[in-house]
């Protein structure tokens, strides 16, 4: 089965094109209490970068601010060479988001949800587009059974679906191995990997490193807000990870 499924003329008539994401010191004030403060760094084409740090670093800010969700306080995010507030519509087209909250119905089917998001998109061929996620979910056999009654790891396969249905440009991923068994994390990496080899740009967060291994090209640290120096050898990705914080807390000291 092709990745890119049904047709996505209908959506991407008006698309933009990119090659990178990049933000320039960014800064990201929620009242008074700073969330981020002058980041920096860049996604390119065919590159899964992993955004790692502590619960409250900042992670899921950042990739709201590329989401285009929010707006920075501060800095620039470029997307290519547009900005958010110039390119609109057709950039938000081109992004693909999977969210901690997992933006389906539970009181629809996991066929119905995947449809109503097809429709809401602008997708054409929204019946079979949405089979053809459910299969590479591994829930075909289920897509007529109500999401409210699903695992989260099932929900989260679905929704990981739902982020996918528009051959997004850019996926962010905030935990997208959350709830999955070794099974089902090795077939979203093999995805992934998959979609890297297309050029999709490819940003997200993790603690489960195991699964993440495999396919992060590069890792960018956040702490308390602020890019933090990440090993880039070593050891493991978790490794790396322990050993960078432990010398930004020896370096504070």
Request: net charge negative.
């Amino acid at each position: 089965m092709s990745s890119a499924g049904p047709s996505t003329a209908t959506l991407h008539d008006a698309a933009i094109d990119f090659d990178q994401l990049e933000l320039s010191e960014v800064s990201k004030y929620f009242g008074r209490r700073r969330a981020l403060a002058r980041v920096t760094f860049a996604c390119r084409a065919g590159e899964v970068v992993a955004l790692l740090g502590p619960n409250g670093a900042g992670k899921s800010t950042v990739l709201g601010l590329a989401a285009t969700i929010i707006q920075p306080s501060a800095g620039e995010i470029r997307y290519g060479d547009h900005l958010a507030a110039q390119a609109g519509a057709p950039l938000r087209s081109q992004i693909g988001m999977l969210a901690h909250e997992l933006q389906l119905y539970p009181e629809l089917t996991a066929r119905e949800n995947l449809e109503f998001f097809a429709a809401l998109s602008g997708l054409d061929e929204a019946r079979a587009r949405a089979a053809a996620a459910l299969d590479w979910a591994g829930l075909g056999d289920r897509a007529d059974d109500l999401v409210g009654g699903f695992s989260r790891g099932m929900r989260q396969r679905v929704a990981m679906e739902r982020a996918l249905l528009h051959d997004p440009r850019l996926l962010l991923l905030d935990e997208p191995f959350t709830g999955l068994d070794e099974r089902s994390s090795a077939a979203l990496a093999e995805r992934l990997s998959g979609l890297r080899a297309r050029d999709r740009i490819i940003l997200l967060t993790t603690h489960d490193f195991d699964a993440a291994e495999a396919i992060v090209d590069r890792a960018v640290l956040l702490r308390g807000g602020r890019i933090a120096g990440m090993a880039t050898s070593g050891g493991s990705l978790r490794e790396r990870y322990r050993a960078s914080l432990r010398d930004e807390v020896e370096g504070a000291r």
